[in-house]
């Protein structure tokens, strides 16, 4: 394992050179006030009269066209979402500079052919490992959220030194820039998304919600269970993996962890996570996702609604609304 940290950077590769940063979302945003802060000069481009447009100039930054942000830049960060981001580069390609770095916070779209960029282009990847909001309050604190890195196209032969330059300027040398592959992280990344993080974790939370109810308990009762309480050990995990879980929650607690856990996730689940995986490796899953969103997403917003009318949505609302603490 390569873990680049503060002393490895070469701040040089990009000294004097505009970074074009397409997009002012959650990473959009961050990205860009943080490279500021460490003395770059950014530009954000925004299609005229977007939604985020104004946010940007209130912010303090110049807001232009893509075509026009892109124009002098040295480097250009594709920060708009993933299904945007081929059609925006058909539109800026023929306004990038020769031998320039264009730059991604995710894989998906070099991964899977969606963009073929021009061969006198640097190609990279720096993907913070936390949401926006995490990346700029870690850095106004003077820490920084961990990054990956890989390169896809090396035409300058200073591809990785200019990523790990820009990885330094948003803080992530603070907490360390591990090397890895387009493919690596973006399989891994949507694999963690479907089968744990988001698809298999709120998965599991309703169906044990739904058990309970269905066995006559109280709904209040069975949302504090099984969706309230999953940050209080979701918080332990994170700071200290299964050790500290271990160390804080009741004996009682344990044995049923360590032998009745299994009994939900098993062979089959993990068989399952292996046809996830697979779909993810093969293309499918990439294929299906952009039929859909082509498609003007019927699926997607049907299966939406489903999860935002669902009785743990409703209960867990009303529950959230007399929780304080929350609203800070």
Known sequence: MKLYVESDVKPEVLTGERIAVLGYGSQGRAHAMNLRDSGFDVVIGLRPGGATS??????GFEVLSPKDAVSNAGLVA??????????????????????????????????YKQISPRGDL???????????????????????????????????NNAHSRALAYAH??????????????GEETET???????????????????GFGTLVEAGYQPEVAYFECMHEVKLIVDLLHEGG??????????????????????VVDDHTGEKMKEVLKDIQDGTFANNWVSEYE??????NRLLEEDIKSK???VGKELRGRMSWLKN
């Open 189 to 207: 990344d949507l694999f963690g998304e479907q089968a744990v993080l988001c698809g298999g974790l709120s998965e599991l939370i309703v169906r």
């Open 295 to 300: 498609s003007g997403l019927p699926e997607y």
């Open 242 to 263: 299964l050790a500290k879980m271990h160390e804080f929650v009741s004996e009682t607690a344990k044995y049923g962890d360590l032998t009745q856990g299994p009994r």
């Open 122 to 156: 640097d190609v990279v990847l720096i993907a913070p490992k936390g949401p926006g909001d995490l990346v700029r309050r870690q850095y106004e604190e003077g820490r920084g959220v961990p990054c990956l890195i890989a390169v896809a196209q090396d035409a300058t």
């Open 169 to 182: 300027g948003i803080g992530g040398t603070r907490g360390g820039v591990l090397d890895t592959s387009f």
């Open 54 to 59: 104004a946010k940007a100039q209130n912010d």
């Open 78 to 111: 594709f920060l708009v979402p993933d299904m945007a981001q081929s059609k925006l580069y058909d539109e800026i390609k023929d306004s990038l500079k020769k031998d320039i770095t264009i730059l991604f916070a995710h894989g998906f779209n070099i991964h």
């Open 312 to 314: 743990i949505e409703i």
